[in-house]
């Protein structure tokens, strides 16, 4: 049975860092993309970064890029996303999904985090 | 970047009568491999999305057979043939085609009158 099992809801203020995690059982993570995907009332889902089985490839948005880096353990079976300098508008509940030919098969139960001073 | 446009943005349906939600995307979505990466997903309150229908109109495992997908090209429709409560939720439509900035459709909440 695969499960995604995401880290823990969190409050920051602005400019500091975070790094979730998403514990992967069911399938092996060296075998597979995957992905981080945000939701915000304002904005709805977005895709924001994706790293490949072998993770040489490695994709951020414009939104994220250069402030967030997404990784892999595949010993630990788990992904990563550390997010640095965050601002307000990063508040939002993110989740670890699956991409599986060009689609989403499996998600995480999402983490809110919440940027605010 | 493909820009998803959903409509509408709010779906007020009777118990047991139809719904339609359509999906326009500002590209073709057929892929070079001739596929058309378009998904649909449902998320009830409180929960992660789960997905519907993959590939324009491939329904997932224990997905209800009241939910159907049809479209081509550019434009897309997701239809509930009769509306039960479990229904209620957020819709979205997913284009897998263009990578790498996959995108969404901003929704249509689907609601009981």
């Known amino acids: 049975q695969v499960q995604l099992v995401q880290s823990g809801g969190v409050l920051v203020k602005p400019g500091e860092s975070l790094r979730l995690s998403c514990v992967i059982s069911g399938f092996p993570l060296s075998g597979d993309f995957m992905s981080w995907i945000r939701q915000t009332p304002g904005k709805g889902l977005e895709w924001i970064s994706y790293?490949?089985?072998?993770?040489?490839?490695?994709w951020y948005a414009d939104s994220v890029k250069g402030r967030f880096t997404i990784s892999k353990d595949n010993g630990k079976n788990s992904l990563y996303l550390q997010m640095n300098s965050l601002r307000a508008e990063d508040t939002a509940m993110y989740y670890c999904?699956?991409?599986?030919?060009?689609?989403?098969?499996?998600w995480g139960q999402g983490t809110l985090v919440t940027v605010s001073s | 970047d493909v820009v998803m446009t959903q409509s509408p943005l709010s779906l007020p349906v009777t118990l047991g009568q139809p719904a339609s939600i359509s999906c326009t995307s500002s590209?073709?979505?057929?892929?070079?491999?001739?596929?058309?990466?378009l998904s649909w997903f449902q998320q009830r309150p409180g929960q992660s999305p789960r997905r519907l229908i993959q590939?324009?109109?491939n329904r997932d495992s224990g997905v209800p057979d009241r939910f159907s997908g049809s479209g081509s090209g550019t434009d897309f429709t997701l239809r509930i043939s009769r509306v039960e409560a479990e229904d209620v939720g957020v819709y979205y439509c997913?284009?897998?085609?263009?990578?790498?900035?996959?995108?969404f459709g901003g929704g249509t909440k689907v609601e009981i009158k």
């Open positions: 790293i490949s089985e072998s993770g040489d490839r490695i």
């Open positions: 997913f284009q897998g085609t263009h990578w790498p900035a996959l995108s």
């Open positions: 590939r324009v109109s």
């Open positions: 590209q073709s979505l057929v892929h070079s491999d001739g596929n058309t990466y």
């Open positions: 999904a699956r991409p599986a030919f060009s689609s989403i098969d499996y």
